[in-house]
């Protein structure tokens, strides 16, 4: 049977749920873009300038991270920079921290961004598939009640599969949505641990 007849028996709930699987392949698809386009995965050349800001050589520690557009990368070279050219009073520690504490809430809501959207997405499908299988199982006893005794069960039966096609495609794209909904959350989450943890270790690296 051909997709475009087998995709026509589910209705136009099926239909829904397409354009719904092309837009979360969009989203997704963006965002494997913006984080390759900022190596997100790139973590070393962080442990590496900090190496060289704890051992003295502030100046290159701050050159060799402040070209790079990672994330937790311009978060502790803003940090770097700041402790850099200024005097860290009590006062200016603590506003320090403030616009730090801004900036990473910037970048994570930056990349947190279209989450939610996939995470609805995720839920919605499998109930419009559960919907669709729904009328179409009520079309299908409608067909056995116009037949009266002349049931044709191979009738009621292709009725029953092609009611249960839109369940199936609901699946088919809710997994995969929250597959990589769940993924970009766990990125995210890691890059909130790796800012935290860089910053704190470059503003009490005086503390002994």
């Given at each position: ?9 589910g ?21 494997l ?13 962080t ?18 991270i402040?070209?790079?557009?990672h ?50 997405i ?6 419009l ?7 179409g199982?009520?079309?299908a ?6 037949a009266?005794?002349n049931?044709?069960?191979s ?7 092609e ?24 990125t995210?989450d ?14 009490t690296?005086?503390?002994?």
């Amino acid at each position: 049977m051909e997709i475009t007849s087998l995709l026509a028996k589910g209705g136009p709930v099926v239909y829904i749920l397409l354009g719904l699987s092309v837009y979360v392949l969009t989203i997704i698809i963006y965002k494997l873009h913006v984080l390759y386009k900022v190596n997100f995965f790139r973590f070393d050349v962080t442990q590496e300038s900090l190496n060289m800001w704890f051992n003295d050589n502030k100046e290159d520690a701050y050159k060799i991270i402040s070209k790079d557009k990672h994330p937790q990368k311009e978060v502790v070279s803003f940090t770097m920079y700041h402790m850099l050219k200024n005097n860290l009073t009590q006062d200016k520690e603590r506003y320090l921290r403030e616009e730090v504490s801004r900036l990473s809430q910037e970048r994570l809501e930056y990349f947190d961004s279209n989450l939610d959207t996939l995470k609805v997405i995720a839920m919605v499908a499998p109930l419009l598939g559960l919907l669709g299988t729904v009328f179409g199982m009520i079309d299908a006893f409608q067909q056995m009640e116009m037949a009266g005794n002349n049931i044709n069960p191979s009738t009621l039966s292709g009725g029953i599969w092609e009611a249960l096609l839109t369940t199936a495609v609901g699946l088919s794209v809710a997994i995969p949505t929250v597959l990589f909904e769940s993924f970009f959350r766990a990125t995210n989450d890691k890059l909130k641990i790796n800012i935290e943890h860089s910053v704190t270790k470059l503003l009490t690296a005086h503390i002994d």
